[in-house]
């Protein structure tokens, strides 16, 4: 069974800055493009950032373009997501998905478009 595992959530004041990972089994973790998405209470779920297999195309919302970075390692079957210069608009749980994509830059943004989802992580920021 596939399995992705968010962890790295946590409270952390405005302005501050987290590390969310997330852990890939069950799959041939470089064949797909692994994205970030996030839910707020009353919200829905949006796109936050996404990086092709092979790692060298990236994409990521306006809303935190320039304050996440979102990397992978192959090898280690895992995808991370840092985030600088939080604000309470980032307050949201965060989920892991991943994407079969049929080359090394091949990204998307739709959230349909993702076969596989993790539990998802809380971020919480305080003001």
């Known amino acids: 069974q596939v399995q992705l595992v968010e962890t790295g959530g946590g409270l952390v004041q405005a302005g501050g800055s987290l590390r969310l990972s997330c852990a890939a089994s069950?799959?041939?973790?470089?064949?797909?493009?692994m994205g970030w998405f996030r839910q707020a209470p009353g919200k829905e779920r949006e796109f936050v950032a996404v990086?092709?297999?092979?790692?060298?195309?990236?994409a990521y919302a306006d809303s935190v373009k320039g304050r996440f970075t979102i990397s992978r390692d192959n090898a280690k079957n895992t995808v991370h997501l840092q985030m600088n210069s939080l604000n309470s608009e980032d307050t949201a749980v965060y989920y892991c998905?991943?994407?079969?994509?049929?080359?090394?830059?091949?990204?998307?943004?739709?959230?349909?478009?993702?076969?596989?989802w993790g539990q998802g992580t809380q971020v919480t920021v305080s003001s």
């Open positions: 998905a991943a994407d079969f994509a049929s080359s090394l830059g091949y990204i998307r943004r739709g959230e349909d478009q993702y076969e596989y």
């Open positions: 069950g799959l041939t973790f470089s064949n797909y493009a």
């Open positions: 990086i092709s297999r092979g790692g060298r195309t990236t």
